[in-house]
């Protein structure tokens, strides 16, 4: 538990140990305006203090802390503000993050920015698991024989790798549904098919995400590329959304 002391030209903050953070650190500032927006984020703010005064900081041989702009760098280049938390919530935990470093890298050869700068909110937002290699893991329902529900053409047996020109497939992420390869969380399940279909578990490169469209409450994205993983129950699934 945190406790916050506001002094005139400090602040004082006690969790397991005390910190003083005087006024022209820019911690303070950070804290304050979590404070002033009515927000007692406790992860909030012991990410906040992972930053130093100095800057840049070093955390490892390719990442570092710029405090004064409130940005964590990978190899010098700015990473999204949620993934950024994530990163700082591993470092202060001691959990390992290597997994996020991969999927960062592959991120990174993603040509599309929109999806560099949304994937890992899409993924946050409906609990796709990140594999070690970096991939992600997410949802596709197929017909009862395992074929695509929109052309009923294309087969999806288990590891089979599912994949179109990146050029065919929608960029906008304002198109709701489009032409691409559509992958979705648990969520979209839900009312998708429901009496007429199969759930399989698919694997996909951050590379290969081409849009997260701005519908569906955030839960589908289309993708030029895909590996089928495996098959899942809807019970499971369902148990898994709890």
């Known amino acids: 538990m945190i406790n916050l002391h506001v002094m005139t030209n400090s602040l004082i903050v006690v ?12 911690r303070y500032g950070h804290i304050l305006k979590l404070l002033g927006e009515g927000k007692m984020d406790e992860e909030k703010i012991k990410n906040i203090l992972l930053f130093k005064e100095e ?7 390719r990442m570092e802390i710029d405090a004064p702009n409130n940005k964590l760098l990978i190899d010098g280049v700015d990473i999204p503000e949620r993934l950024k938390h994530k990163f700082l919530d591993l470092k202060r935990r001691h959990k390992p993050r290597a997994y996020l470093t991969k999927f960062w890298d592959k991120l990174q050869k993603n040509p599309n920015k929109n999806s560099i700068e949304m994937l890992y909110t899409f993924l946050e937002h409906n609990g ?19 074929l695509d529900h929109h052309t009923k053409t294309t087969k999806h047996k288990i590891g089979c790798v599912i994949k179109m020109d990146r050029k065919l497939v929608d960029d906008n992420p304002t198109q709701t549904c489009s032409f691409g390869l559509h992958i979705c969380s648990s969520a979209y399940l839900k009312d998708f098919h429901p009496t007429t279909s199969r759930y399989l578990e698919v694997l996909v490169d951050p590379k290969d995400v081409v849009a997260v469209p701005n519908d569906y409450n955030g839960t589908k994205c289309r993708v030029s590329r895909y590996k089928v993983y495996r098959e899942v129950k809807r019970e499971d699934i369902e148990k898994r959304k709890k």
């Open 15 to 26: 969790c397991n140990d005390t910190q003083v953070i005087p006024a022209e650190d820019p």
């Open 55 to 61: 800057s840049p900081t070093k955390i490892d041989r």
């Open 128 to 146: 796709h698991p990140i594999m070690a290699d970096g991939d992600f893991l997410a949802y596709k329902a197929v017909t009862t024989d395992l």
